[in-house]
């Protein structure tokens, strides 16, 4: 089946690693219908620099601006996205030429209920020490593992398929390496309560959508992600939203099952004790600290605004 592409990338302060991202996919080997770029960005000549950019393609330009929320940007981009096909991208991805060509196909594989989504592969995955692994499975703490099994741990934390063997079911993806058909998103949309750059408002959209759709990682389509360091926000922030997102992803779609409950608790004590090991190597520990409180006060705040089941 053919299809019409969308590829959406919601961006912020990072012109540079857009060029790059934008220059491979201009070398793919298909073409998608248009480029839709959402920028919460400072004022700057962004959109004239990308038109000059494609001006040799047949990839149309779609830019506009919101303010700052990644979930925000890609229901924006969803609004005026003409596509079959969504693919979701960080705006710091650098795509191997055949990425869009190797994830068409898996659209079209035998499942039931029907593939609604598919999540490519790192050709540079990020992984953890031996002991940091072990630790992370012992806590239920987000993690990759060889094979071709992935998982949502009762915790809410995800078990990462580092390369599969073949396209196998997940279940669920992460935001900057996945495409989605567009029919996904008729009933569902990216929770924006999720602000800015979180860990988190990924999992909980494909979550959802698992629900009708089947997942699936191929192999065959590559990535490599740079993890640019502008527009980032700091540690403290990073690790308040770490464990407010997981809060609020458990709250909103987990079963409270006693199984899955005592795995949340210990997710915490691992997080916990994990941030505050770490601290003690750092130069300013009371940052980490601070990042660990501001955490648990956002989910105390949750709670008392009677949204906890």
Not at 32 to 61: F, K, N, Y
Not at 140 to 155: E, F, L, P, Q
Not at 192 to 199: A, H, I, K, N, R
């Amino acid at each position: 089946m053919r299809y019409t592409i969308s590829v959406i990338v919601p961006t912020l302060n990072r012109s540079k690693d857009l060029s790059v991202f934008v220059e491979s996919l201009k070398a793919q080997t298909i073409h998608p219908t248009e480029l839709v770029i959402v920028d919460a960005g400072a004022e700057s000549d962004l959109e004239q620099e990308l038109r000059m950019q494609l001006q040799d393609t047949d990839i149309q330009l779609q830019y506009v601006r919101s303010i700052p929320g990644t979930s925000l940007q890609r229901n924006v981009a969803m609004e005026i996205a003409v596509g079959d096909i969504f693919f979701f991208f960080d705006d710091d991805i650098i795509l191997e030429p055949t990425y869009i060509e190797e994830t068409l196909p898996c659209f079209d594989l035998p499942h039931n209920p029907p593939v609604g989504a598919v999540l490519g592969t790192f050709t540079s995955p990020y992984t953890l020490g031996r002991v940091q692994q072990i630790y992370s499975k012992i806590f239920r703490i987000s993690h990759t593992v060889k094979g071709d099994r992935a998982k949502m741990m009762g915790s809410s934390d995800i078990q990462w398929l580092i390369r599969p063997s073949k396209v196998v079911p997940v279940p669920v993806c992460s935001g900057g390496r996945v495409a989605y058909r567009r029919e996904c998103f008729e009933k569902e949309k990216w929770d924006d309560f999720l602000p800015g750059y979180t860990m988190g408002e990924d999992v909980e959209i494909s979550y959802r959508i698992s629900k009708n759709w089947t997942l699936v990682q191929t192999p065959d389509a590559l990535l490599f992600h740079k993890k640019s360091d502008e527009s980032r926000d700091a540690r403290p922030e990073r690790i308040a939203r770490r464990i407010f997102s997981r809060f609020y992803i458990f709250n909103k779609n987990l079963p409270k099952t006693p199984r899955n409950i005592g795995a949340f608790l210990w997710w915490n004590i691992g997080v916990v004790s994990l941030y505050g090991l770490s601290s003690l190597r750092e130069e300013t520990p009371k940052a980490t600290l601070k990042g660990i409180k501001r955490g648990y006060h956002l989910c105390l705040q949750q709670v008392r605004k009677g949204s906890v089941k």
